[in-house]
């Protein structure tokens, strides 16, 4: 963000934050709502992305922290996938969903799933089921 600012000139504290309040996403703005609503007249673009990535941070930590407690069970690596990115919403980062997701199954898996580090998420998820099979 920063840099598209730097790009386009905006050196104004109010037009950042505007702009940021503007296009931050619902789930976010729930997350810093008391900074967009309060009074403060100086430096509320800065006070808006400290605390946005505090508050974030720390949501992610604790999803992060609920998920490593779930286990695979008697699902599917897919479904086992799907139930994890369901708790998680879009807050968590699909790197750290993936991690879990692969520490999750069993060992005989990782292993033949640790040549497919670049594919995606959902590629990896079906040669899961296959192999799981």
Not at 50 to 74: F, N, P, V, Y
Not at 87 to 96: C, E, F, H, K, N
Request: overall charge neutral; proline content about 2%; glycine content about 2%.
């Amino acid at each position: 963000m920063e840099n598209q600012f730097a790009l386009a000139n905006i050196t104004s504290d109010a037009t950042k934050f505007n702009y940021i309040v503007v296009n931050l996403e619902s789930a976010y703005i729930s997350e810093v709502r008391d900074i967009i609503v309060s009074s403060l007249a100086t430096d509320r673009y800065v006070k808006l992305k400290i605390e946005l990535i505090k508050r974030l941070s720390a949501s992610q930590q604790k999803i992060k922290r609920l998920l490593e407690h779930e286990e695979l069970g008697d699902r599917r690596p897919s479904q086992f996938l799907l139930h994890l990115q369901s708790l998680a919403g879009r807050t968590v980062p699909d790197s750290i969903i993936r991690s879990l997701w692969l520490d999750r199954l069993p060992s005989s898996i990782q292993a033949i799933l640790a040549i497919q580090s670049n594919a995606d998420l959902d590629t990896v998820a079906e040669l899961a089921d296959t192999v799981f099979r």
